[in-house]
């Protein structure tokens, strides 16, 4: 991943991230998760509960975006 990376979702929960990040890596993109500070505090990010983020490169945002409203509809 490069220095410059951009959200492209905030899910509720690890696995929706998860199928989230599948579904872009099968499309060729590269993404990561991790705790977001929607609702700082909740839990400290201890737990597989709690909402995250899904980021990609800022080269690709646009094509995940498209890709994730696509898979949306």
Avoid: F, H, K, Y
């Avoid at 977001?36 to 899904?54: F, H, K, N, Q, Y």
């Amino acid at each position: 991943m490069s220095d410059q990376l951009v959200r492209v979702a905030i899910v509720p929960n690890e696995p929706a991230a998860d199928m989230l990040c599948a579904l872009l890596r099968t499309e060729g993109i590269r993404c990561m998760r991790r705790v977001t500070d929607v609702g700082a505090g909740a839990l400290d990010g201890v737990a597989p509960i709690g909402s995250r983020e899904v980021l990609v490169n800022a080269e690709d945002a646009e094509r995940a975006r498209e890709l994730l409203a696509a898979g949306s509809s």
